[in-house]
């Protein structure tokens, strides 16, 4: 066991008065303010860049030499923070200004906006520039009333903590005041008192007609330097993230009802699903403006928080299971599941009966992939595991996972995976097990312990 000190946030949901929930409003829209502020500031640099460069591209200069040559600074957090303090005014002065309600508002909600700018314009440059693989990332938008998610972040000095909980049920976030909370906060709070937790920042989040708090801490915690012997005799485990069935696993985990290989999204979670689909038709036969539109609209971000909340805890079981039991847990990355076209449709265009059959909204399942992905990342490092990425550059799912010979018989409706070599599984859990002899060190082995499956139906 090692001391160390790892970053954890602990989710809260918000029982705000009346009062404070436009506070909170106030909150995020101010931020929303100063990430457009910010932003703002770097595409005016960068439209500069451009014309200057277009301006020596007219004299004759090679657009790329052009390119090189020419230098704008885009202003990054502090820069924009000084130019902001010298230009935001102030309304009880009467002083005019770009900004002059700023001191309604805790200084740090327009700060942490301004360092999400700066990220935002960095993850853009770093994919523009090649150095960052994965999803394509946009050019930054400005953020839209209504259209980006309220939210707002505030940070402390953590030598003189103000936010912090003043008892199991109530939030203090400095100048906003004390918040009452829907569930307990005794966990944290006793992390705190012994020293074990110290509060970071918090961000504060409205998911449909509820409030969040996420607070971020520094938490003192013993990880385990290697797997434990239990770990170790159940060794690695694949798992392929899919539309029919969320998880399909190389060998049964039990998750509490008994061991599986197949782990399906729970009832619950599809019975909203599709009343959140027939939500989403109504609102779609509702006319702009209109009262019913805006019912109807918040009915839809009523469920989508709902599916949110029901399935963060589902993944949480599921990833804990997998991270604690097993020394190895073996994912496929998650770009090539973009792209990979099997039976089970690509994550983009996924089969379509295949899609009626799994019931899940597109978004949502996409979602839960990432969410798996980052679960298993940090909770592998947390209990001594090893996570490992394949780069699915084989056909698994036409791959035999028995004797690895390849069937590329195999179509879109064919749910079982049978091989000559007398393999007869269902696809998902082939390929779970192909996804598991990858992330073995000496795939030999794998194919052989495996081997003991033929016939199985
Ligand atoms: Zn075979």
């Not at 005794?186 to 509820?210: E, N």
């Not at 019975?271 to 036969?285: F, M, N, T, V, Y």
């Not at 097993?326 to 990979?340: I, P």
């Not at 082995?445 to 499956?453: E, I, Q």
Request: proline share 4%; hydrophobic share 40%; net charge positive.
């Amino acid at each position: 066991m090692a001391r160390q000190q790892i970053l954890r946030a602990f989710k809260f949901t918000l029982a705000p008065s009346l009062a404070q929930e436009s506070e909170l409003r106030r909150y995020a829209g101010a931020s929303r303010w100063a990430f457009n502020h910010a932003l703002a500031a770097k595409v005016a640099a960068h439209e500069l860049w451009r014309s200057k460069v277009a301006a020596l591209v007219e004299t004759g200069v090679e657009e790329a030499a052009a390119r090189r040559q020419i230098k704008v600074a885009v202003p990054t957090k502090p820069t924009v923070h000084k130019a902001w303090i010298a230009a935001r005014g102030d309304s009880r002065t009467g002083e005019d200004g770009a900004c002059p309600w700023w001191h309604e508002v805790n200084t740090y909600c327009f700060q942490s906006a301004f360092l999400d700018a700066d990220a935002a314009w960095k993850n853009w440059l770093a994919w523009v520039q090649g150095g960052r693989t994965g999803r394509r990332v946009g050019y930054p938008v400005f953020k839209k009333r209504g259209r980006s998610r309220d939210s707002f972040r505030i940070h402390h000095n953590v030598t003189k903590p103000g936010i912090r909980l003043t008892s199991h049920r109530r939030l203090r976030i400095p100048k906003l005041g004390e918040i009452r909370l829907h569930d307990s906060g005794k966990r944290l709070a006793r992390l705190i008192g012994r020293g074990d937790a110290v509060v970071q920042s918090v961000t504060v989040l409205r998911g449909g007609l509820r409030w969040y708090a996420s607070v971020l801490c520094k938490v003192t915690v013993e990880l385990p330097e290697r797997p434990t012997r239990r770990q170790a005799a159940a060794g690695l485990v694949g798992v392929d993230l899919g539309v029919t069935h969320l998880m399909a696993l190389s060998q049964p985990v039990d998750f509490g009802a008994g061991p599986v290989e197949l782990v399906d999204n729970p009832r619950h979670l599809l019975a909203i699903s599709r009343r959140l689909h027939r939500a989403q038709q109504a609102l779609s036969r509702t006319q702009p403006g209109s009262g019913r539109r805006e019912k109807a609209k918040q009915r839809v971000a009523h469920l989508h928080n709902k599916v949110a909340v029901r399935r963060a805890g589902f993944l949480h079981t599921l990833t804990k299971r997998l991270a604690t039991g097993f020394h190895t847990v073996a994912v496929e990355d998650l770009n090539v599941t973009g792209m990979t076209s099997s039976a089970r449709g690509t994550v983009k265009r996924p089969g379509r009966q295949v899609r009626q059959k799994a019931g899940l909204n597109r978004a949502i399942l996409d979602a839960a992939f990432g969410e798996i992905r980052r679960q298993l990342a940090y909770k592998t490092s947390w209990y001594g595991a090893k996570l490992v990425v394949i780069d699915r550059w084989f056909p698994s799912s036409k791959t035999c996972s028995a004797c690895g010979k390849q069937n590329p018989r195999m179509t879109l409706a064919d749910r079982v995976f049978t091989c000559s070599c007398g393999l007869v599984l269902n696809r998902d859990m082939n390929a779970a097990r192909n996804i598991a002899i990858q992330a073995l060190p000496i795939p030999a082995l794998g194919r052989g312990t495996v081997a003991s499956d033929r016939g199985e139906t």
